[in-house]
T-cell receptor, first 112, second 113 residues
């Protein structure tokens, strides 16, 4: 079966520190992968998406970057966190032949 | 460009009563439409989708949604609400040929005993 793993579940980081959030998908190949951020106002903002290894599309300019070093691995990074980077980060995947996306359990990031 | 509007921040309903959560969309071409539910500090769970065919689609946990092309709407419904249905509900759209989902801002559903 297909599953998505996202970790860590919670993270508290000081301002100016680096960030690395990892997402992996099992049981599929060549999925579309997505990073979303959900701020306190609860709307979902698409940050990055990838349709293949090394292919990253950025939806909004920001302090974050994404990489896809392997087919089923999607990493969200920052070199120096800002207070405004706090939020709930969600990874999602969609089989290329499917229509709906499936979400990981999310990472609650608090920058202090 | 694709967009979704959920006009209600919150919907309150008594247990046992029918519920409706509203969604309207805007796309240039044909839409794929989705409903997701989110419980506190959890990821989104897929409920149902409209791709083509029957305008009334049925999904998980007794939910259904009605696609109305003329009104560009995709309202979520359930005949009899449960307290456990209380959660945050998201409508989403993906236009055919696009890779990304666009979400509404979410509607909090509160079902009172």
């Amino acid at each position: 079966s297909q599953t998505i793993h996202q970790w860590p579940a919670t993270l508290v980081q000081p301002v100016g520190s680096p960030l690395s959030l990892e997402c992996t998908v099992e049981g599929t190949s060549n999925p579309n992968l997505y990073w979303y951020r959900q701020a306190a106002g609860r709307g979902l903002q698409l940050l990055f998406y990838s349709v293949g290894i090394g292919q990253i599309s950025s939806e909004v300019p920001q302090n974050l970057s994404a990489s896809r070093p392997q087919d089923r691995q999607f990493i969200l990074s920052s070199k120096k966190l800002l207070l405004s980077d706090s939020g709930f980060y969600l990874c999602a995947w969609r089989p290329t032949e499917n229509t709906e996306a499936f979400f990981g359990q999310g990472t609650r990031l608090t920058v202090v | 460009a694709q967009s979704v509007a959920q006009p209600e921040d919150q919907v309150n309903v008594a247990e046992g009563n029918p519920l409706t959560v509203k969604c309207t969309y805007s796309v240039s071409g044909n839409p794929y439409l989705f409903w997701y539910v989110q419980y506190p500090n959890r990821g989104l769970q897929f409920l149902l989708k409209y791709i083509t065919g029957d305008n009334l689609v049925k999904g998980s946990y007794g939910f259904e949604a009605e696609f109305n092309k003329s009104q560009t709407s995709f309202h979520l419904k359930k005949p009899s609400a449960l307290v456990s249905d209380s959660a945050l509900y998201f409508c989403a759209v993906r236009e055919t040929g696009y890779s990304t989902l666009t979400f509404g801002k979410g509607t909090m559903l509160l079902v009172s005993p």
